[in-house]
């Protein structure tokens, strides 16, 4: 007698086996006569955005017949496009342009309908680290002065970000843990186009952001620059001292890569790694990425779930010691 689960097992063995040469078929022809969609979970014209839509162009050109589009699906912290893509056919057709450790960060505080490691890590193009930034005018000069004042005036100094579970909030979280200090005033924004006029008239203290985001605003003597979380003084920001040289063990940073829903076929992934990987040795994306102030931290594959990884376990540490959902 064949009862309904057996039935049912039957019939889904049945479809995979069906499915499997359907699969390989259409990854030999990949990607044949569709486009391949890039879904950046971020609003247009951000840095986000930004990296999607210079890398594609160069990864497709190594492609036969690869015509890349890039369209937008905001909302959320960029909740709403990882779980589009996530849940995509794994054709090779429908990929994401996400940031990291927002995208690790988002199911630690709230139900996601997708799982962050399981994505198919294709490659990291930036790198952009995160830094303490006030207007020109602000009477905190250096990064001890916004340190004093905190303490000084405990729950009054404002520190705006990108959103709850951003990277920039990580940076904000892990600098009032090593420093001690009473927790900031956290005011979240809609990316950092909203950021910039709040901190320029005078509506907030500071800012935690991407060097990238506003080192031109720093260039033309509107902001300064307190400190930066990088590894090492980068050629866009030489003049701001690290997180480590003021002594203070920090090292955080927007990491913005391309990646594809599970299952996607290997030959298909052997492809656009190899594309990316040329694409981000090509002297001519390098040089244009330096032409926009663009920091490169070029990793493919299996380098870049391993940093992802790496991510993941920072974060779960962070969140044990200092939960940021309602922060």
């Not at 690790?104 to 990291?124: C, I, K, Q, S």
């Not at 990064?143 to 909030?169: N, Y």
């Not at 709040?198 to 991407?210: I, R, S, Y």
């Not at 866009?236 to 829903?261: H, K």
């Amino acid at each position: 007698m064949i009862t309904r689960r057996r039935f049912g097992a039957a019939t889904a063995g049945a479809a995979a086996t069906l499915a499997a040469p359907a699969l390989a078929q259409s990854s030999a022809a990949w990607p044949g006569d569709r486009p391949v969609e890039v879904v950046v979970i971020a609003n247009a014209g951000g840095s986000l955005d930004a990296m999607a839509r210079l890398i594609m162009p160069f990864v497709a050109e190594r492609i036969p017949g690869m015509r890349a589009i890039v369209s937008n699906r905001p909302g959320a912290g960029g909740q709403v496009g990882l779980e589009v893509v996530f849940n995509a056919a794994p054709d090779g057709h429908t990929l994401a342009a996400t940031t990291f450790p927002a995208h690790n960060a988002m199911p630690m505080e709230r139900p996601t309908r997708y799982r962050p490691l399981d994505f198919v890590f294709l490659a990291n193009v930036v790198e952009d680290a995160n830094a303490f930034f006030v207007r020109a005018e602000s009477p905190f000069r250096t990064l001890g002065d916004l340190i004093e004042a905190a303490k000084a005036r405990p729950g009054q100094i404002s520190c705006g970000s990108t959103g709850i579970g951003s990277d920039d909030h990580i940076f904000m979280l892990a600098f009032e843990a090593a420093a001690r200090i009473p927790p900031m005033v956290h005011t979240p924004f809609n990316g950092i186009a909203a950021i910039i006029p709040q901190l320029l008239g005078g509506h907030l203290d500071v800012a935690a952001a991407n060097i990238g985001d506003a080192i031109a605003l720093v260039r033309e003597g509107k902001l300064r620059a307190l400190a930066q979380a990088a590894v090492t003084r980068g050629p866009y920001a030489p003049d701001v001292p690290t997180m480590r040289e003021l002594g203070f063990d920090i090292v955080t940073a927007a990491s913005r890569g391309i990646v594809g829903p599970p299952g996607m076929p290997p030959a298909v992934v052997a492809k656009l790694e190899e594309a990316f990987r040329g694409a981000l040795a090509d002297p001519r994306f390098i040089a244009e990425a330096q032409r926009v102030s663009m920091p490169l931290r070029p990793l493919v594959g299996a380098e870049y779930k391993k940093m992802v990884e790496e991510n993941a376990a920072m974060l779960q540490e962070l969140w044990q010691a200092r939960p940021w959902r309602d922060r």
